[in-house]
């Protein structure tokens, strides 16, 4: 069975940093561009990272770019989003997504941003 869990997600304080994990199992990723994406209630779900197959290019949305970065260990079949100088704007459910076509999603981890 493929699996893609999230984990790291909780509550922080504007200005703070989380890092979320997304551990892969059933199946190498390492192949495959890798995203993020998150979903804030009452939004659709939104794009915030991508790293390709092989690392070596990473892009992001606007919104997030200079303070979020991905990356991933081929070894651990596992993708990082390292979060820092959090908004309340950035709180919402992460989702970790991968596969062939993008087919595989993760049940997400939750992140809010409040003092």
């Known amino acids: 069975q493929v699996q893609l869990v999230e984990s790291g997600g909780g509550l922080v304080q504007p200005g703070g940093s989380l890092r979320l994990s997304c551990a892969a199992s059933?199946?190498?990723?390492?192949?495959?561009?890798m995203y993020w994406f998150r979903q804030a209630p009452g939004h659709q779900r939104e794009f915030v990272a991508v790293i390709t197959k092989g690392g070596s290019f990473t892009n992001y949305a606007n919104s997030v770019k200079g303070r979020f970065t991905i990356s991933r260990d081929t070894a651990k079949n596992t993708v990082y989003l390292q979060m820092s100088s959090l908004k309340p704007e950035d709180t919402a459910v992460y989702y970790c997504?991968?596969?062939?076509?993008?087919?595989?999603w993760g049940q997400g981890t939750q992140v809010t941003v409040s003092v």
């Open positions: 059933g199946r190498d990723f390492g192949g495959d561009n």
């Open positions: 997504n991968g596969g062939t076509s993008g087919e595989y």
